[in-house]
């Protein structure tokens, strides 16, 4: 008989302790960040016989196996691919979406119709100085909302590389913070709290970074040290082991943004990085085709002006400044012609005053053929078509990454109503432990009283 | 949510996202109903918002093209008028030169009559000069002076352009809101061409200088006349008829205005009876998911356990 009822008693006591302390830590971090719930694993403790003792009960008592963490692998990277995607889809709709604001609210298309219009009605009266410094004026209002419209989508990109460059940095804080977990990881002891509270940090960060970009991870079965890359599971390395490469961006002259890691082309697919490149790519697109509308109105009408008769006889001056030498910019108009007096109404050789209105006609007859109001139109049916498609794929998105969420929080999160039937249980199993140290005294006091 | 969990995180997760999405809705049905206007921004509805533009475009130009066309009413009442009192010197003319063909009358008294024929072809030079509502010549086509000169002996010669200018009146109509003098004024007698003012000087000077040439002139100015108020009636015709045209457009133009607007109406507003009962069914919804969320939270073990 190898077995001591009172140590027994003693792991038992020591099991349950360690249970409830373990249900306790559950309970307090209930709602923390990151927290995967744990559990006790306990085993027997218990000899078999040796020689000369074949068929002995040899018990003594419980022990502590491991603390389990509950965390699943598969469920935690679910949440780390579908919350890349939906930063990137709420990135790309946030940088489009101002972009969208900068033009629209900017009012070019309101400026370029009233332009128009005041033309038309000069048409009626092409020797009145009132309907002439009517468009004048409009036409510096219409100018005025080009610069604006332009120094508007400036800022929206300014802001998106500033955005973009912090993001590049916190990424590179939180992969220089995944190498030191990766290095205390290697050094730690399997299944202390240690340990596990250290898997904690790295799955956080894992997700923090996978907001930023997309990784793909593989993760060490021998001591949960993790390897980051990213572009896909043969791309850079980011971080591997105790070692983290810096995350690098390069601005174009266009104002788009590429990613390297450490001098190597990267095309992060996911994250909020990869929106902004995404964001910034389409603001290009828009600011060129926005500069190009601009080039056809300046264009069109100073060619009108340059084959009519002002109001005095003499040729028509240039009505629009700031060619940049390849054609005119929404940054660059200005507005030259200020005296009413200038416009090319007539045609050219016509005498001083004259009501002729021919030229004019000619050159609203040249806006309704290249019709640079439409093209306004159409440009902005482009950003808000598009506007409009990536919410929707940004909704979906952030659905899909919410019940990712939501599925891994059931799996590994804390319920409060099973860790109080736990304590109630494990409460319930030290008072048993305790009973079973009083035995052994009974029982040892029912010996000594033996006489 | 198909997910059925039980642990704690997830059950307050779940329930936030729900009611967030469930208030987003409310607020954005709110925010359309107060402002009147389904889209707040282009993205909203992106066809829409295009066809907005373009009717708004349509609008603003439309407006233009109304107060073109009162420009060219008001031309063109201006030149029937002028017309009326052509017209009303012609037949005084006339008259005059029935009287000055009548053999009994003497030179001094056909002087007389030539006198005033003089008198009124100078009415007429003025009226020919006549000015539109912008201040420039009536008749004068694009001129920017006078539409008649007088000559140093005393011939009338039309100095203004051949053409009258044509003004836009939206979907590519125009009309041309006034006559050139030479339109109206100029006829030919027995296949001469001549003008009214010359027709007139020729009489004038004939009956003044007597003899008996000026019976003649008097028979031939007769003919003369006939054929300018031939001339000035026609005219009338014309600038009636295109007075006609100018309310023609015009209720084309009030029925595509009213029509545009009930597009814009259909397009960019709010169909207040459908989003206030789907603002109703979304707070319903959003009230008990409150109500049973503050249920279920309330339900801890720990409360029961003593």
């Known amino acids: 008989m190898a077995s001591d009822l009172l140590s027994i008693g003693r792991s ?13 830590q559950n309970i307090a971090n209930a709602s923390s960040e990151g927290y995967v719930r744990r559990s006790v694993r306990l085993a027997e403790v218990s000899s078999s016989g040796g020689i000369g003792t074949i068929g002995d009960v040899s018990l003594s008592g419980v022990r502590l196996d491991r603390v389990v963490r509950n965390a699943d692998l598969f469920r935690q990277a679910e949440v780390r691919r579908t919350g890349a995607d939906a930063a990137r889809a709420d990135a790309e709709v946030a940088g489009l979406e101002n972009t969208e604001v900068a033009v629209e609210q900017s009012g070019v298309f309101n400026a370029m119709v009233k332009f128009e219009g005041s033309l038309q009605q000069l048409v009626g009266d092409p020797t009145s100085s009132s309907l002439r410094a009517n468009v004048i004026e409009d036409a510096r209002t219409m100018v005025g909302t080009f610069n604006i419209a332009s120094n508007a989508l400036d800022s929206v990109g300014t802001g998106l590389r500033f955005e973009a460059s912090d993001g590049v940095s916190q990424a590179n804080t939180l992969a220089q913070e995944l190498a030191r977990v990766n290095l205390r990881l290697a050094r730690a002891a399997d299944s202390t709290s240690d340990q596990t509270a250290l898997l904690d940090q790295r799955d956080s960060l894992l997700q923090q970074l996978s907001a930023f970009v997309d990784v793909s991870t593989v993760i060490s079965p021998a001591d949960g040290t993790v390897e980051v890359r990213l572009g896909g599971t ?112 007539a045609a050219a050789g016509s005498p001083v005053n004259s009501r002729d209105a021919s030229n004019l006609n000619a050159l609203r007859g040249a806006l309704a053929t290249s019709d640079p109001t439409g093209r306004m139109d159409g440009l902005l049916f482009d950003i808000s078509g598009t506007v409009a498609g990536r919410k929707v794929t940004r909704d979906a998105l952030q659905t899909i990454a919410g019940n990712a969420r939501v599925s891994l929080a059931a799996q590994a999160g804390v319920d409060l109503d099973g860790e109080a039937a736990n304590l109630i249980r494990f409460q319930q199993a030290f008072q048993a432990s305790g009973k079973v140290m009083q035995t052994a005294k009974d029982m040892f006091d029912t010996l000594l009283a033996i006489r | 949510m198909t997910t059925i969990s039980t642990s704690t995180s997830a059950f307050y997760e779940r329930s936030t996202m729900d009611m967030a999405a469930l208030r987003a809705e409310a607020e954005k049905l709110q925010g359309s109903l107060s402002s009147g206007q389904r889209l707040s921004r282009s993205s909203d509805d992106p066809v829409g918002a295009s066809r907005m533009r373009q009717l708004s475009r349509a609008d603003s130009l439309s407006t233009i093209d109304t107060a073109n066309a009162s420009r060219a009413a008001g031309d063109l009442q201006l030149t029937d008028g002028a017309l009326s009192t052509f017209a009303e010197y012609v037949i005084r003319v006339k008259e005059l030169a029935t009287q000055a063909a009548n053999g009994a009358l003497t030179d ?199």
């Open chain 1, 12 to 24: 038992g006591a020591l099991a349950a302790r360690v249970a409830l302390d373990v249900t306790a």
């Open chain 2, 108 to 306: 001094a008294q056909r002087a007389g009559i030539g006198q005033e024929i003089s008198a009124i072809r100078d009415n007429v030079i003025q009226l020919a000069n006549a000015r539109d509502m912008a201040g420039g010549a009536l008749f004068g086509g694009q001129s920017a002076g006078d539409a008649y000169s007088i000559l140093p002996g005393g011939a009338a010669q039309y100095d203004g352009t051949s053409t009258a200018p044509d003004l836009p009146l939206g979907d590519g109509q125009t009309v041309s809101p006034a006559l050139t003098g030479p339109q109206f004024l100029n006829f030919s007698v027995n296949g001469t061409p001549t003008d009214l003012m010359a027709a007139m000087k020729a009489m004038g000077d004939a009956l003044q200088a007597g003899g008996a040439a000026a019976q003649t002139a008097a028979q031939t100015g007769i003919g003369a006349m006939n054929q300018g108020l031939d001339a000035i009636t026609t005219a009338q015709t014309v600038v009636g008829s295109r007075l006609a045209w100018l309310d023609l457009t015009a209720e084309r133009r009030t029925d595509l205005s009213e029509m545009r607007s009930t597009e814009e109406n259909d397009v960019g507003g709010t169909d207040i009876a459908s989003t206030v009962a789907r603002l109703q069914q979304t707070m319903t919804v959003l009230e008990a998911s409150q109500a049973s969320f503050t249920k279920l939270a309330s339900l801890s073990l720990f409360n029961l356990l003593n």
């Open chain 1, 234 to 345: 043969a791309g850079e390395k980011l971080v591997s082991g105790g070692s983290a490469t810096t995350l690098g961006m390069t601005t174009a002259t266009n104002g788009t943004i590429t990613f390297d890691v450490a001098g190597v082309a990267v095309a992060p697919s996911g994250g909020s990085l990869a929106g902004k490149a995404q964001a910034l790519i389409k603001l290009a697109d828009v600011h060129t085709k926005l500069d190009q509308i601009a080039d056809a109105m300046a264009s069109a009408v100073n060619a009108a002006q340059a084959a009519g008769a002002a109001l005095s006889g003499a040729a028509g001056q240039p009505m629009f400044g700031g060619n940049t030498g390849t054609g005119f910019t929404a940054a660059s108009l200005t507005l030259s012609l200020t005296d009413g007096a200038g416009i090319a109404a």
